[in-house]
DNA sequence: TTTAAAAAGGGGAAATATCCCCTTTTTTAA
DNA sequence: TTAAAAAAGGGGATATTTCCCCTTTTTAAA
């Protein structure tokens, strides 16, 4: 009989872990070492047991300590196990923390057992499972980043604004807009009322936040 | 005897893409229909041939018509052929593209064999297979965090430098960092000779443009 | 065609930023 | 322990930016 890997389950909804542990207990290849109700009582049983699992399968919204603080702790405490998510909730902002903190992959709960099964054979022989899932929402969190709240601008002002983001000296974005200094003293201005900015770094900060400006 | 899953290699490396056609024919479970020299080949081949392969192998740097464009391709006119990116570079601008392009997962050419035909299989199984590096990547290009820093900068100049980039006077940046501002002026002079900056506005365009702050 | 709004221009002044060439203090390395 | 380097501070001048309160010119709409 070969090995079985080692797993600890943390979730705070005791019947779920409870229908959890049956489930993976009946995996042949995987071995329940024990069922914990937060992130706190994760720390604590390794304080107190020198037994390491090689997964652990950490829920997300948990009292005390949640999961992501778990995984993060985890991580810099115990680096070589493994962190699988297992949530309620794919909003991205959830995503991202917890693969921050150290998460070998993110599941949802609403999944196929044989997928569980297949994800924990993954992250046990290639130490990751990353799904189509988790792969689109960080795609969709880099392009969306945030909508601009677009306050319109006129086209000569967009012009000076965008020479606002080089070294050029006011004079010198006169001449190149073909205007009086004065005049761009109240474009400048103009922008500082609309952008609620105070000053000329203002303005660059608000144009590449904008990206009326590309680096 | 079970069906093969057939597999089309896109390379413009011959000696590699004959090297990868034995290797995958190699592989049990695999079928090399063709081996074709670039994105446009694969185009064409489309047009003349009805029979459809499960899995693209391709390349991505290739004379003609590249691996994006030939991966975006596919996306909108084959959209069930999985494509699975196999390049030489790791560099995020490329993985982002590919995976925008629709690939299903992004491997290195330098892996082991065996990694290749555990990843073609889950392609096919799952339909995707995400790597850690290429899930690294996304969350590093979420966070800007690439140092690409190529000037070495003191801890206080950096931290001069991100004050910089705010609304503050130096009278103000001074009181913040416990200085003079005739200690500021210092590190603004010292940035602009390291920096070849004129201004402070390049100094801001700088930092926004080497990540060093964060908008 | 009249009228209002937008665009352009300006005077003048105070606040900031830029610049160059110094000294003193603290840290680091030989 | 001593020399050198880095960090901190400064004088003083000029240039630029910011600000407020104006006029003139051009454009667009009634």
Redesign the interface.
């Known amino acids: 009989m070969m090995n079985k890997i080692d797993i600890i389950i943390v979730d705070d909804h005791v019947l779920f872990s409870q229908a959890l542990n049956g489930l993976v207990s009946n995996f042949d290849e995987f071995n329940v070492v024990t069922v914990l109700n937060n992130g706190k009582e994760l720390v604590d049983y390794f304080s107190k047991e020198n037994k390491q699992p090689q997964i652990v399968l950490m829920d997300i919204k948990m009292p005390i300590m949640n999961g992501i603080e778990a995984t993060q702790w985890l991580k810099d405490n115990k680096p070589e196990i493994k962190v699988l998510a297992l949530s309620m909730e794919a909003d991205e902002d959830t995503i991202?923390k917890m693969?921050?903190a150290g998460a070998?992959g993110y599941l949802l709960k609403d999944i196929h057992p044989s997928v569980l099964q297949?994800a924990l054979k993954?992250v046990d022989a290639?130490?990751?499972y990353?799904?189509?899932n988790?792969?689109n929402t960080?795609?969709n969190?880099?392009n969306h980043k945030q909508k601009s709240i677009a306050i319109k601008l006129k086209d000569r002002e967009l012009e000076f604004l965008k020479l606002?983001?080089?070294?050029r000296?006011y004079r010198e974005i006169a001449e190149v807009m073909f205007l009086s200094p004065k005049t761009v003293d109240n474009y400048r201005e103009a922008l500082f009322e609309k952008l609620g900015?105070?000053?000329?770094?203002?303005l660059?900060?608000y144009a590449?936040?904008e990206k009326i400006v590309v680096?």
Chains 1, 2 share one sequence.
């Not at 606002?164 to 070294?167: L, M, N, Q």
């Not at 900015?197 to 203002?202: D, E, L, M, P, V």
């Open positions: 991202l693969l921050r070998k297949h993954e290639s130490g990751f990353y799904t189509e988790v792969t960080l795609l969190s880099i606002a983001c080089t070294e000296t900015a105070k000053t000329r770094i203002g660059v900060l590449i936040k680096l």
